[in-house]
């Protein structure tokens, strides 16, 4: 363990990719359950695994980042990373515009393209599952923010 450990500190980004590219696509390949049972075939299994896929895709750097952090500077490195990310150093306004942006510019091209076709307009518009919808939009953006 004192091998990987050193080697880890004296190479810290090779590993954080390598952690990064294992822990997204061994969680791909785990949700969609590549095995003797192949990929899901059907429209309706994709869609089912959709979001657990993107779940694992998105916790490969945060979960890295996070762990990384504790094998190369230990405690000291989790108090610093939580000492950072609670410091504001911007106004409120500014996080609300950085967060919204992308939410609202997607809505309003989406929304401008279900003029010539249905096919375009949100999902949150047309789904009986919004509460679903809205949590998984949450647990999307609180992963992408992380990483």
Do not use: C, D
């Not at 230990?74 to 000492?83: E, K, P, Q, S």
């Not at 609202?104 to 789904?127: D, K």
Request: net charge positive; no cysteine.
């Amino acid at each position: 363990m004192k091998t990987i450990r050193a080697y880890i500190k004296r190479h810290p980004v090779l590993a954080y990719y390598a952690l990064v590219f294992t822990i997204s696509w061994g969680g791909i390949l785990f949700a969609v359950g590549v095995g003797p049972g192949g990929l899901p075939a059907t429209k309706e299994q994709a869609e089912i695994l959709f979001p657990f896929v993107l779940l694992a895709l998105f916790a490969g750097p945060s979960v890295a980042g996070i762990a990384l952090t504790g094998l190369v500077y230990g405690r000291a490195g989790f108090r610093n990373l939580l000492t950072r990310m609670r410091r504001w150093r911007v106004g409120a306004r500014w996080y609300a515009l950085a967060l919204l942006t992308a939410p609202l510019l997607v809505s309003a091209t989406l929304l401008a393209l279900s003029i010539s076709s249905p096919v375009f307009l949100p999902r949150i518009l047309t789904s009986n599952e919004k509460a679903t919808l809205m949590l998984f939009g949450i647990g999307w953006g609180v992963a992408s923010w992380m990483s």
